[in-house]
């Protein structure tokens, strides 16, 4: 047993006495409050400033050499590599404007707003106040129809009552919407632009932030594309903008799609405590290391959703105590291999689009409904 194990058994063990010492075995609704505590104790809530100071390092050195082949390169085809380099180095940097957002990196939580909503406009073009609002109700009910907005309907259907109210060239991809979801992932960048922009100048009343986050992604939008129609010929530009939104759109709609899609949909009026809502909603990724520098931590989406704030360090470390507090409680953990989450997701949108096809006779009408 490692130095690093030891103490989580030990503090595991103590969990488990608690519960063979109750007349009864407690109720789920408690499961939280066993495994904050055994989290608390290993020092897994504290932040990692020197961890994200290493990751954006490591994102800033690959911006210097982005820029540097841009120069090299000049007037060539293999300008489309940078512009897919782009695309992945704007998708990391947005995975850190999302931890900031959820208060990971500094020691303030003020620090991290501050620092969310100057990386995500200003780096990604994605408005702060927007995607935390967005991403704080899907947070709160995830996979919960009519409260989670990651599954309302945007030309894709997650639940077979929208797929069956699709008419026109909606309907035909929502009928075959599995087989076009990663194809539509290459237009999610500049749709994840769009709907910033749009958040901001058409939201009515005070919108704290509003006019710093517009001026970020304006000045950030000159600083992408100026350069881009300045050095390189039209047709090469306007390439160069399309395989960069692209990449970036796909990357960060594989990152964020295998962490719900196919789990169990909530019913808006059911009853669930937090630690089963959270849990039986998410789905974690198989790989490790890679996988958490790939995905910048969402592969361990089921210990995210418990715990919002834990750094990325320490997600994997989570993962033994959340795999044995659910096997004790005989609560439903799932983990699986990347590829194979693709595969569920594809697989999920098919049975879905099906009430496209006939909205009164959908084999998926009983089997997606609330846990």
């Avoid at 039986?280 to 520098?293: D, Q």
């Avoid at 989450?341 to 049975?351: D, Q, T």
Wanted: net charge positive; with cysteine; glycine share 8%.
């Amino acid at each position: 047993m490692t130095a690093t194990v030891a103490p989580i058994e030990a503090t595991l063990g103590r969990v488990r006495q608690t519960y063979a010492s109750e007349k009864s075995f407690p109720p789920v609704a408690r499961a939280y409050t066993q495994v904050s505590q055994v989290a608390k104790e290993m020092g897994l809530l504290r932040r990692a400033p020197l961890f994200y100071a290493a990751v954006a390092g490591a994102i800033l050195v690959g911006f210097g050499g982005a820029i540097t082949g841009f120069i090299l390169l000049g007037d060539s085809w293999f300008q489309l590599l940078i512009a897919g380099a782009l695309g992945i180095l704007f998708t990391q940097v947005a995975f850190l404007a999302h931890e900031a957002a959820h208060r990971q990196i500094l020691a303030s939580g003020p620090a991290n707003d501050r620092l969310s909503r100057i990386i995500g406009p200003g780096l990604v073009g994605m408005s702060y106040s927007w995607w935390n609002s967005k991403h704080s109700r899907h947070h709160a009910n995830p996979n919960r129809v009519g409260k989670d907005p990651d599954i309302e309907i945007d030309t894709i259907s997650f639940v077979e009552d929208d797929a069956a109210k699709a008419r026109g060239l909606v309907r035909f991809i929502t009928q075959h919407q599995g087989w076009f979801f990663f194809p539509l992932l290459t237009l999610e960048g500049l749709n994840l632009h769009f709907l910033s922009i749009k958040h901001l100048v058409t939201t009515r009343g005070p919108l704290p932030g509003r006019w710093m986050e517009l001026s970020l992604i304006l000045l950030r939008l000159a600083v992408v594309i100026v350069p881009v129609f300045l050095f390189l010929p039209l047709g090469m530009a306007f390439a160069f903008i399309g395989v960069q939104l692209a990449v970036f759109g796909v990357y960060m709609g594989a990152s964020f799609a295998p962490n719900h899609k196919g789990m169990p949909i909530i019913a808006p009026d059911a009853r669930i405590d937090f630690f089963t809502k959270q849990v039986r909603t998410s789905r974690n990724v198989r790989g490790g290391w890679w996988a958490t520098a790939l995905m910048g931590g969402l592969n361990y989406q089921v210990e995210h959703h418990l715990f919002p704030s834990m750094a990325r360090p320490y997600l994997s470390r989570a993962r033994d105590i959340v795999r044995d507090a659910c096997e004790t409680l005989d609560v439903p953990y799932t983990e699986t291999s990347l590829l194979r989450s693709y595969g569920i997701v594809i697989s999920y949108l098919n049975r879905v689009g099906l009430a496209a096809r006939d909205p009164f006779d959908c084999p998926t009408r009983g089997q997606l409904r609330g846990i």
